[in-house]
């Protein structure tokens, strides 16, 4: 048993625990996007920061990548940790301001679209990888990949053909936070 501590409170985890692992046994919330029990973390929306003082310094880490240690300490709602979330709710509702998930979590924040919001785009995908995993991890089949690099990184089928391999179970469209999936599943899945 490792043993440490979330905001004043001692807590403990196994060897290999993450610290979202810990806050979540122990009741303690922190919010997610791209996180699911199901599938191995992706650190891809870095909407978990949490701030750990590791004895030598103390910074923002995402608390699903983070792999727990003797006597870190870990804060959850300190004025950096505030900072970076609401940056980042900030993005995901100018980008998916129809999405019912996204504007849950960013009224969480108290976070209203900015005047940079994109117009005519409803539920932007995030590249959050859900739906990628799910279909790995979770259905056992490859159906979906990352295609292209930097800006134009997109979800999409291996060869950007209709995946062969898609057997059309919906799992991808059911994580999708953001609905995204929705318009990219008729251009994949397999006819
Ligand atoms: S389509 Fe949805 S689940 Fe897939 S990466 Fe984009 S936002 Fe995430
Ligand atoms: S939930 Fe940790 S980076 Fe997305």
Redesign the pocket.
């Known amino acids: 048993m490792i043993t440490f501590s979330i905001n004043g409170q001692e807590v403990g985890g196994e060897e290999g625990w993450t610290v979202?692992d810990v806050a979540r046994w122990h009741g303690i919330e922190i919010p997610?996007?791209?996180?699911h029990e199901a599938m191995e973390?992706?650190?891809?929306?870095?909407?978990?920061a949490v701030e750990v003082d590791d004895g030598r310094r103390t910074r923002v880490v995402?608390?699903?990548?983070y792999p727990i240690r003797e006597g870190i300490k870990v804060q959850t709602e300190t004025p950096r940790v505030a900072n970076v979330r609401r940056w980042i709710a900030q993005l995901l509702l100018d980008e998916s301001p129809q999405a019912p998930n996204i504007q849950e979590l960013a009224k969480s924040f108290g976070v209203t679209p900015s005047r940079f919001k994109k117009t005519g785009v409803e539920s932007a995908c995030h590249l959050?990888g859900l739906c990628i995993r799910a279909c790995q991890e979770v259905v056992g089949v490859q159906a979906l990949t990352f295609g292209n690099r930097g800006v134009l990184k997109e979800v999409t089928s291996p060869y950007h053909r209709r995946s062969q391999d898609c057997i059309r179970c919906g799992t991808c469209l059911y994580v999708c936070p953001t609905g995204a999936m929705e318009q990219i599943f008729p251009l994949v899945s397999s006819e």
């Open positions: 979202l997610t996007l791209c996180h973390p992706f650190g891809a929306c870095r909407l978990c995402i608390s699903c990548m959050c």
